[in-house]
């Protein structure tokens, strides 16, 4: 086998690009009283309250063992409600509580920062562009 010259892969890419994303956000949350897999559930419940704990998992892109945990360190900081779901009794669903709405408007501007920093130098077509491709990326995989 030869040794391959040039740039490194796309998926060396982007992986490269969500360790620097996590270290930055690891970086910047410490202090705030919440890790960076809490913030991601938090933010995934901002854009759709009233998930399962297997759903959650599965859109913040953790194991369901480990969203347990997760939820139970999010109901310790009272950031998060869990309701009976009327529909199907035993399942439960959970939303953002006012704490957690409020924790999240909270660390808005270190997320925000972030995103600037790893776009530092991008046009607003350059950002526009990113993200649709990294979102056609996402929904090619997803099939």
């Known amino acids: 086998m030869t040794r391959t010259e040039g740039p490194p892969s796309l998926l060396y890419a982007v992986k490269q690009v969500e360790l ?7 970086e910047r949350l410490r202090g705030s009283g919440i890790t960076v897999p809490q913030w991601t559930a938090l933010t995934v419940l901002a854009r759709r309250e009233g998930q399962t704990s297997a759903e959650l998992a599965r859109n913040a892109f953790v194991s369901a ?9 999010l109901e310790r900081g009272r950031w998060i409600t869990r309701t009976p779901d009327p529909a199907h009794g035993r399942r439960v669903l959970i939303g953002l509580s006012d704490e957690g709405w409020s924790l999240l408007e909270r660390l808005a501007p270190i997320a925000a920062e972030v995103e600037a920093s790893m776009v530092d130098g991008f046009d607003d077509a350059e950002r526009a562009d990113l993200r649709a491709l990294l ?3 996402r929904t090619n995989l997803s099939d």
């Open 135 to 137: 979102n056609r990326c």
């Open 20 to 26: 620097a994303v996590r270290a930055r956000l690891d």
């Open 65 to 73: 063992q480990a969203m347990g945990d997760l939820v139970a360190a």
